[in-house]
């Protein structure tokens, strides 16, 4: 459980609903600027450029391990 609690008011994309994302952006949901940069942030790297997107959720699972969070 996050510190911060969650804003529930925070309308999420499907893909931000569907995933482990959603409770971080709607704990971001306080600070909407910031919360909007992020998920430009996001889309870019998780959805553009030349790497698959498979290969870039192993290695963030990876990274998860081996820093000993929850992914």
Known sequence: M??????DNVPLSDVESAGT???LFQVM???PEIMQQARQLLEVTMRGGSVEPRLKE???VRVSQV???FY
């Open 21 to 23: 994302m959603s409770t």
């Open 58 to 60: 192993l290695l963030a």
């Open 2 to 7: 996050s510190r911060i609690p969650p804003d």
């Open 67 to 69: 820093n000993h969070c």
């Open 29 to 31: 949901g306080h600070r």
